[in-house]
């Protein structure tokens, strides 16, 4: 087979194209192979979302601590990680197009993890604040990497099925977060504060950072020793010529001129993550609040539920997505998110206001299946469209979209209803309710409106990618 690559800059049929015919080699992995990357993949996943998320169950120990306020609360929560996320996103992926992607993930997690142990060891806010920062500039650089090693290694009908799979490790470190949080602060309530040389005072709340940071360091060890850096597919390159990003120029016109498809893939992703992030951050504190519960019950409870429900919505959508795509549907992965979307929507203007807490338990848990069905067809409705030299760079607008803009203010929307709009921590469920209420209609609309463009595009790039 054939393809046609550029010298130096731009995507197929760009200013500045050199075309040159060149053989390409089928991608030599075996599924086993694929498989084992996903698994070492998918760890590194779970420690990402488990250093992020740690932080939504000691809000209130942080707030009585430094003195601070829900909105402050929310800052630390979103724009200290997502502000950095967003600065050091697009250089890290243009190093993921063009550079050793297995060796990225694995500086990545050992940046991210060393802060997150920072976190543990902050004396007041806005040391917690940088050390936030350096969370988030680590953490911008394993999605894109990742996603463009999986949509290499898998066949392309199995892509949705593999980061579908990937997202299981979100889950994990969602739930292990909040059920690590919670048992380590029932193991350390009774242990007095500790003074460190040259650091300070080491709270009882500090001690979860510590232990779910310190892991992280040493599994970038194992990315680096266990796997081997994929094969990019269509992607060949003549002996002895040096591997080149796209300039983000061209990206961004390959982008514009496909706007309305990835309006849809990006924007709608971007603003499901926008209310849902809002209300995921804030449960916690709700159920503190509104039921009493304690930080310790409510982080056991709900973490094990994430992790027992939210495997089930990552593969089915994965396995949906493999059978239509298989049996032609036109599109199959961004309805997939569309038809999620419009259950996941109405039960999350609902459920924070349910009166009993095992019912917002559970329809909580519904929200994570269904959403979950959405989670690999919404990244595989990217990765399967864009052209293997800006892959990662594409990836790194849609991380940003959903983790910089959604992660910034997701939580800090629902602060701002609590604080300035009912000016009561007491009313934070109608804050919850209302932003779905306000952004979920939007991110429907979105959806819907690129369904018909984004079938067109995966047909025409599945011919001109020779897949």
Known sequence: MLDKVTSEAGPPGGPGDTPVALEVQPAQHTLREAYWTLFVLGIVVTFTVLDRQILALMIEPIKQDYQISDTQAALLLGAAFSLPYAIAGLPIARMADSTNRRNLVAICIAFWSAATVCCGLAQNYWQMFLAR??????????????????????????????????????????GLALIIGGSALAFVEHIPHYELPLIGTLRPWQWPFIIVGAPGILWALVVVLCLREPRRRGAALAAGTKRVSVPVKDVARYMWNDGRTYFAVL?????????????????????VREFGWNLTEIGLIQGMLVLVVGPIGLVL??????????????????????????????????????????????????????????SGPATAAVQVITPNAMRAQISAVQLFSSNVIAFALGPLIVALFTDYLFSDPAQLKYSMALAAIVLGPISLV??????????????????????
């Not at 911008?140 to 490790?169: H, N």
């Not at 795509?325 to 924070?352: D, E, K």
């Open 133 to 174: 920062m350096g969370i988030g500039a680590g953490e911008s650089g394993y999605g894109p990497a990742t996603w463009s090693m999986l949509t290499d290694i898998f066949p392309r009908e199995k892509v949705a099925l593999a980061t579908g799979t990937l997202a299981i490790g979100a889950q994990a470190g969602t």
């Open 267 to 287: 924007g709608g992703h971007a603003m499901k993550y926008l209310f849902a992030l809002g209300t995921s951050a804030w449960m916690p504190t709700l159920f």
């Open 317 to 374: 959508g994965g396995k949906l997505s493999e059978i239509l795509t298989r049996r032609g549907v036109p599109g199959a992965n961004l309805r997939i998110v569309f038809y999620g979307m419009l259950i996941t929507v109405p039960i999350s203007m609902i459920f924070p206001l349910l009166p009993n807490p095992w019912l917002v338990l559970f329809f909580y848990g519904v929200n994570i299946i269904i959403s979950g069905i959405g």
């Open 446 to 467: 979105v959806v819907w409106l690129g369904l018909k463009p984004y079938a067109a595009m995966y047909e025409r790039t599945a011919a001109e990618f020779g897949e």
